[in-house]
């Protein structure tokens, strides 16, 4: 049985989609990580709660061909900020992260050399 449930996640991982904005972060990757981990010996792993395992591989396949999605359409393809899909997806490259902690980055180092303890320190 360990080599259907094998087989089943092995399928699972080359359908879902790698996103390349998200280098790192992407949930296909970590899903091929977990499965190779878990599956150490590929058909021949020993799995300690099949029970366990079957549901997990059910709630990814489910996310995976977009179950809820379909089963709850919603009116709009915004959210309640009002940015769209698109825009999300661009906000949340890793680049675009990247580029934002590192304006955080900047407007840490000018609080804190324009904080109130400094200006303590210096009067003194």
């Not at 940015?83 to 590192?102: F, G, H, N």
Request: hydrophobic letters at 30%; one cysteine or more.
């Amino acid at each position: 049985m360990a080599v259907t449930r094998y087989r089943r996640f092995l399928k699972l991982c080359e359908e879902w989609p790698v996103e390349e904005t998200k280098r790192g972060r992407d949930l296909g990757t970590f899903l091929r990580q977990r499965v190779a981990q878990a599956f150490r010996e590929g058909e021949h792993a020993q799995i300690s709660d099949p029970e366990n395992c079957d549901q997990m591989y059910e709630s990814l396949a489910r996310i995976h061909a977009n179950y809820y999605k379909n089963k709850y359409p919603r009116l709009r393809d915004t959210s309640f900020t009002g940015v769209t899909v698109e825009e999300c997806k661009m906000i949340l490259a890793t680049d675009s992260l990247k580029q934002l902690e590192e304006k955080k980055g900047t407007w840490k180092k000018l609080r804190e050399k324009f904080s109130a303890k400094n200006f303590e320190q210096e009067s003194k």
